[in-house]
């Protein structure tokens, strides 16, 4: 009751003004028609102000509403909530993240991969200094893996396969300090009557091994070839640039597929 005569008592105030103007006009025997006109404009006036206030009160209202509104609910996204004020963020406005270049190991002139840590550096054979000084070391050939990839191999080569798969069991062998393990093996190779065929290979500066005992590259598929292990490392450079260390352990081994068959791989047979 409070709010509607606070909204509305400039009317109720307009109403008694007439009835009033007309009681006077007609007990005092005025004219009743100026007293009309007179109450009617003074309702006018009542009633243009009135409703000029009740404009700026909603006005008022509706401004503190909208200052005090909550954020609104997304109407694509129930549980996202939007600030009405807040503006749009673009990407214009986001920082450019600049990508990280990423640094390659680098390989050196012969394209050889960094050497792991802890394993012995390539020596290039046009450095090699050997001394008169006797070393030993241990070396072995081994074509196991053709035993189960026979069907691969042309069977005019079956009898180069010895039945345990040796072409040379483990033995010690002397060597002089500085020498390489392509020195070794070409030494071996000779004293025991044992086919080796190689090429040298400039851009890794060093010997290929193209067969050994009358075996050679792809003889057993396309993913075979001879390779060497040292101390169990397949050293990832060339036999030329290995330089043998006392007590090393060396062992040429054919692989079928790619070196995963001899606990390598992937392998470069040309090294």
Excluded at 107 to 134: F, H, L, R
Excluded at 169 to 190: A, H, N, W, Y
Excluded at 209 to 229: M, P, V
């Amino acid at each position: 009751m409070k709010q509607f005569f606070k909204k509305y008592y400039l009317a109720v105030i307009a109403a008694v003004v007439v009835i009033a103007a007309l009681a006077i006009a007609f007990f005092s025997g005025g004219n009743v028609e100026q007293a009309k006109k007179a109450a009617q404009a003074a309702t006018e006036t009542v009633v243009q102000t009135t409703v000029e206030s009740t404009i700026a009160a909603s006005t008022v209202e509706t401004t503190v509403a909208v200052t005090t509104q909550p954020a609104a609910t997304s109407p694509t996204n129930p549980s996202t909530t939007v600030a009405p004020t807040q503006p749009a963020t673009t990407a214009a406005t986001q920082p450019a993240t600049k990508a990280q270049p990423v640094t390659e190991p680098k390989k050196d002139k012969y394209n050889t991969d960094p050497v792991p840590s802890g394993k012995p550096a390539p020596v290039e054979p046009q450095e090699q200094e050997i001394k008169d000084e006797a070393l030993k070391c241990t070396i072995s050939i081994s074509c196991a893996t053709i035993l189960d990839n026979m069907d691969k191999l042309d069977e005019e080569q079956w009898e180069l396969v010895p039945s345990d798969g040796w072409l040379l069991k483990p033995i010690t062998v002397e060597f002089q300090k500085g020498e390489s393990v392509f020195d070794v093996l070409k030494r071996v190779c000779m004293d025991k009557n044992i086919h080796l065929e190689f090429t040298y290979t400039p851009l890794y500066n060093s010997a290929y091994i193209e067969g050994i005992g009358n075996l050679y590259e792809f003889d057993c598929g396309a993913n075979s070839g001879w390779n060497y292990k040292v101390n169990d490392w397949f050293p990832n450079y060339g036999c030329s640039r290995y330089e043998v260390k006392d007590g090393d352990v060396i062992e040429w081994l054919y692989t079928c597929n790619l070196g995963y068959d001899i606990g390598g791989g992937p392998v470069n047979y040309s090294e």
